[in-house]
């Protein structure tokens, strides 16, 4: 029997786990996480076609359309090649037929074209004297790169949203208009790539993420333009692994979002709330996820978080119950109950970003009083701080001026790992008062009730209703949305209100594992 130079016994070191990510936004996938991929792909497609092996089909194709490495497809060559033995006994035949007639790709780069060309050919020519298919004509193979050109209308990629000052490039520089988003006609764009006879079965890959603007001071994630562009190409089953950004915020990501969730085409979603348990050494606000989706499923998803070496059961959740995506599932019950008790929310007397029209970094106060001076609170290098404005200074929401506050930075990190803090400690700003961007603020009468306010945000509860729709380090105002407004009466305990919302012994316990306490006291700091 014949047989090709293709090595299917793994290498160790594993090559595509050693080398560098471009940068956090164009991270090379690990070859594990692919394998992990393709497992889900794997049950899903035997269970849609009566137990059937798609490794054993020499029809179904396969499209990688931001192909970097080369990983996904290929872990998908290894996989067919064993599949269709029986169906196609010589290796040269199969192989050969596996590179032409089943796997594509599309490269974001011109060096990951070459990077992908040599994981799949094993050379960076797909008709080159190393290369394990013997049949190309070209040098590229199914693996297509051509430079590609932003479309500018108002400083802006029609398509992508980068911005022309920071992108628009000379020829020796990358442009990083991704083809495969910068179309509108996306099925005539992939006849022009690879004929008019390709229709792809699954598309799968780990899409760039974000693309900066505004001469780098904002970031503009792009990913989920991967997925709609990909959906519109009606594969029967889309894999991919993105930010989790989408699933309770991101920077124009609304949208999106709404779309995801209510799209009960999504059979799979396992979702990694670090991202350093799947990309070690990258850090990924958020963590990230992979979904499945498929063409001829209507259906819940079966959802799965694993952090570390805890795996959480998987189970069927209906994406849409709520408007963002509460990734813990015990959180999911507890959140219900909050609910059912159809009590105002705190955002009622919470404010907006901006509240005084402020940014973070306004500068036009001064730090000692005059008469009728209002006192400014602002933050500077993680820290508190107090000065003063004058009162004719103060233009927007003027009506707020003379209540009482409690204040509450509207970042914090401190990492991911748990139990988690959620949020920086709140102070007490009596009136009047006035604050920049750096922080929200709740209203209130006076001293009394701001201090029971206070004692509300130091329980875990309240900070454990923020975690589910908090994200990354940002606390918006959405994010306290589900968070019940009390009467300003008294001091609260986690005690009274586990009680007041019947929360179980289990519930109160995974509470207790996921959030840490919160030391008492009027200040801001940690």
Same mark, same amino acid.
């Given at each position: 029997?014949?047989?090709a130079?293709l090595?299917l016994?793994?290498?160790?070191?594993?090559?595509?786990?050693?080398?560098?990510?471009?940068?956090?936004d164009?991270?090379?996938?690990?070859?594990e996480?692919?394998?992990?991929?393709?497992?889900?792909?794997?049950?899903?497609?035997?269970?849609?076609?009566?137990?059937?092996?798609?490794w054993?089909?020499?029809?179904?194709?396969f499209?990688?359309?931001?192909?970097?490495?080369?990983?996904?497809?290929?872990?998908?060559?290894?996989?067919?090649t064993?599949?269709?033995?029986?169906?196609?006994?010589?290796?040269?035949?199969?192989?050969?037929?596996?590179?032409?007639?089943?796997?594509?790709?599309?490269?974001?780069?011109?060096?990951?074209?070459?990077?992908?060309r040599?994981?799949? =050919?094993?050379?960076k020519?797909?008709n080159?004297?190393?290369?394990?298919?013997?049949?190309?004509?070209?040098?590229e193979?199914?693996?297509?790169?051509?430079?590609?050109?932003?479309?500018?209308?108002?400083?802006?990629?029609?398509?992508?949203?980068?911005?022309?000052?920071?992108?628009?490039?000379?020829?020796?520089?990358?442009? =990083?208009?991704?083809?495969?988003?910068?179309?509108?006609?996306?099925?005539?764009?992939?006849?022009?790539?690879?004929?008019?006879?390709?229709?792809?079965?699954?598309?799968?890959?780990?899409?760039? =993420?974000?693309?900066?603007?505004?001469?780098?001071?904002?970031?503009?994630?792009?990913?989920?333009k991967?997925?709609?562009?990909?959906?519109?190409?009606?594969?029967?089953?889309?894999?991919?692994?993105?930010?989790a950004?989408?699933m309770?915020g991101?920077?124009?990501?609304?949208?999106?979002?709404?779309?995801?969730?209510?799209?009960?085409r999504i059979?799979?979603?396992?979702?990694?709330?670090?991202?350093?348990?799947?990309?070690? /050494?990258?850090?990924?606000?958020?963590?990230?996820?992979?979904?499945?989706?498929?063409r001829?499923?209507?259906?819940?998803?079966?959802f799965?978080?694993?952090?570390?070496n805890?795996?959480?059961?998987?189970?069927?959740?209906?994406?849409?119950?709520?408007?963002?995506?509460?990734?813990?599932?015990i959180?999911?019950?507890?959140?219900r109950?909050?609910?059912?008790?159809?009590?105002?929310?705190?955002?009622?007397?919470?404010?907006?970003?901006?509240?005084?029209?402020w940014?973070?970094?306004?500068?036009?106060?001064?730090?000692?009083?005059?008469? /009728?001076d209002?006192?400014?609170?602002? /933050?500077?290098h993680g820290k508190?701080?107090?000065? =003063?404005?004058?009162?004719?200074?103060?233009?927007?929401?003027?009506?707020?001026?003379?209540?009482w506050?409690?204040?509450?930075s509207?970042?914090?990190?401190?990492?991911?790992?748990?139990?988690?803090?959620?949020?920086?400690?709140?102070?007490?700003?009596e009136?009047?008062?006035?604050?920049?961007?750096?922080?929200?603020f709740?209203?209130?009468?006076?001293?009394?009730?701001?201090?029971?306010?206070?004692?509300?945000?130091?329980?875990?509860?309240?900070?454990?209703?923020?975690?589910?729709?908090?994200?990354?380090?940002?606390?918006?105002?959405?994010?306290?949305?589900?968070?019940?407004?009390?009467?300003?009466?008294k001091?609260?305990?986690?005690?009274?209100?586990?009680?007041?919302?019947?929360?179980?012994?289990?519930?109160?316990?995974?509470?207790?594992?996921?959030i840490?306490?919160?030391?008492?006291?009027?200040?801001?700091?940690?």
């Amino acid at each position: 029997m014949s047989q090709a130079p293709l090595q299917l016994q793994p290498h160790n070191p594993d090559v595509l786990m050693c080398i560098a990510n471009l940068s956090n936004d164009e991270v090379f996938t690990p070859p594990e996480l692919v394998n992990q991929m393709l497992d889900t792909l794997e049950v899903a497609w035997a269970e849609a076609n009566d137990g059937a092996s798609i490794w054993e089909n020499k029809d179904v194709t396969f499209l990688d359309p931001c192909t970097k490495s080369g990983v996904f497809l290929r872990e998908i060559v290894k996989r067919l090649t064993i599949g269709l033995q029986s169906r196609i006994p010589d290796l040269t035949e199969r192989v050969n037929h596996i590179l032409t007639k089943q796997v594509f790709g599309i490269a974001i780069t011109e060096l990951t074209s070459l990077l992908a060309r040599r994981s799949l =050919y094993c050379s960076k020519f797909a008709n080159g004297l190393h290369s394990v298919a013997r049949v190309f004509r070209t040098e590229e193979g199914n693996v297509w790169y051509e430079r590609t050109e932003h479309s500018w209308a108002r400083g802006v990629c029609q398509f992508c949203g980068a911005s022309q000052s920071a992108y628009s490039r000379n020829q020796e520089l990358e442009t =990083y208009a991704y083809r495969f988003i910068h179309s509108n006609q996306p099925k005539s764009m992939i006849k022009e790539m690879f004929g008019d006879d390709v229709h792809f079965d699954v598309i799968i890959g780990n899409p760039p =993420y974000q693309l900066g603007s505004d001469g780098g001071t904002r970031d503009v994630p792009i990913y989920q333009k991967f997925v709609e562009q990909a959906k519109s190409l009606e594969p029967r089953f889309l894999t991919m692994v993105v930010p989790a950004r989408w699933m309770a915020g991101g920077l124009g990501l609304n949208e999106f979002r709404e779309a995801m969730l209510e799209d009960r085409r999504i059979s799979e979603l396992v979702d990694f709330p670090q991202a350093k348990d799947v990309f070690p /050494g990258v850090e990924i606000k958020g963590g990230v996820c992979y979904f499945l989706w498929q063409r001829d499923y209507l259906g819940d998803a079966r959802f799965k978080s694993i952090r570390g070496n805890v795996i959480s059961e998987s189970s069927l959740r209906d994406l849409s119950e709520f408007d963002v995506l509460v990734r813990d599932e015990i959180g999911v019950r507890i959140l219900r109950k909050i609910l059912a008790k159809k009590e105002d929310s705190i955002t009622e007397i919470l404010s907006v970003d901006k509240e005084f029209g402020w940014t973070s970094n306004f500068e036009d106060f001064h730090s000692k009083p005059s008469r /009728g001076d209002i006192p400014l609170h602002y /933050g500077r290098h993680g820290k508190h701080l107090v000065a =003063y404005v004058r009162d004719n200074q103060i233009t927007k929401s003027r009506h707020l001026i003379n209540t009482w506050k409690v204040m509450i930075s509207q970042a914090y990190g401190a990492g991911e790992s748990i139990p988690h803090q959620i949020l920086g400690r709140p102070f007490i700003a009596e009136a009047p008062s006035v604050c920049t961007q750096t922080y929200l603020f709740f209203s209130v009468a006076n001293n009394e009730e701001a201090e029971s306010l206070s004692s509300y945000i130091h329980t875990k509860l309240f900070r454990f209703l923020v975690s589910l729709r908090k994200i990354t380090q940002h606390a918006t105002r959405s994010t306290y949305l589900w968070v019940p407004k009390q009467s300003w009466s008294k001091t609260w305990t986690d005690r009274d209100l586990y009680k007041k919302y019947g929360l179980s012994g289990d519930e109160i316990a995974h509470i207790d594992s996921v959030i840490r306490p919160m030391a008492v006291g009027n200040d801001q700091a940690d």
